[in-house]
């Protein structure tokens, strides 16, 4: 009965556990240190990009946008519907995939290297390359180039669920993609979260606390694309109790049955005398 209690008690689901933004400092909550510089999302081999190009001049749009192709579509309704939609074909015929020299094959420019550069910059050497090449087309040879990355994810195992999600924003939260997903469940533990991201070339694995209110300034706040975000179960879940009620009731059938057990010992004693 006592053990029973005590792994009743110490199985327990508590605050302590599961609330977030808890004061760094106090009851084995971490403090991490202000490392929050958030940069610009840096092309990697395997993403697409999604290419506009704008001109004054209808025949280079017509050029370098497939106009028709696209079923009447604007710029900005192509590139929702590419990052909501998934894989598919018309996300690979209007994307451009990071090859694995680091670079794309844009139509008549040819190979342009892209890996490792955010998508500003990938703009300005597109818009160098373009007036170069249309220079003699037209009477202008000022472009303007839209450049998004789409089809942009990240994926989440938990005790609640596994899936992949998509980024609709460029700052995406580790609170904002947790709750995308779902949550957690209350069985999961926060104090280990684990993210498993492409660091120069390499993958590696990062631990933090989610519970530290610390981590909105620390290198640990924002998800980029393709990160796996891992939540491990804590232990008391093979035992089964999440809350206080069924703390409470197990107790209570406890020692009911205790009580029942020392009364049948009882008169089989009191009956032998």
């Known amino acids: 009965m006592v053990l029973g209690l005590i792994m ?24 991490y240190v202000d490392t929050l510089d958030y940069q610009d999302y840096q092309l990697r ?9 704008y001109s004054v001049d209808e025949k280079v749009m017509k ?46 420019v040819g190979h342009i290297y892209v890996r490792g550069k955010n998508t500003r910059e990938v703009k300005l050497a597109l818009e160098k390359e373009l007036g170069t090449y249309i220079k003699s087309y037209g009477d202008y040879n000022m472009v303007s180039c839209e450049v998004n990355v789409v089809q942009r994810s990240y994926s989440v195992i938990s005790q609640r669920g596994t899936g992949n999600f998509p980024i609709r924003r460029e700052k995406l939260t580790i609170f904002e993609a947790l709750a995308q997903a779902g949550d ?26 989610l519970r530290s209110k610390d981590i ?15 939540v491990r179960q804590l232990k008391g879940k093979a035992f089964g109790v999440n809350n206080a009620a069924t703390t409470v009731a197990i107790v209570a059938s406890t020692l009911s049955f205790g009580g029942f057990v020392y009364g049948i010992v009882t008169r089989i004693i009191n009956a032998s005398k």
């Open 8 to 31: 009743a008690l110490s199985s327990c689901v508590t605050s302590k556990r599961v609330n977030l933004l808890q004061e760094p400092g106090k009851k084995g909550i971490p403090e």
């Open 45 to 53: 081999i395997g993403d697409r990009l999604y290419i506009y190009v």
């Open 63 to 108: 050029l370098f946008n497939a106009s028709g192709a696209s079923g009447g579509y604007s710029a900005a309704q192509m590139r929702q519907q590419m990052n909501t939609s998934g894989t598919g074909y018309s996300n690979e015929l209007y994307s451009y995939l990071v090859l694995e020299d680091g670079c794309i094959d844009y139509p008549l």
């Open 184 to 209: 957690v469940g209350d069985w999961s533990d926060r104090s280990k979260v684990q993210i498993v991201r492409e660091i120069e070339g390499q993958t590696k694995v990062i631990t933090f606390d």
């Open 216 to 230: 909105i300034n620390s290198e640990y706040y924002y998800v980029e694309p393709n990160d796996v975000i891992y």
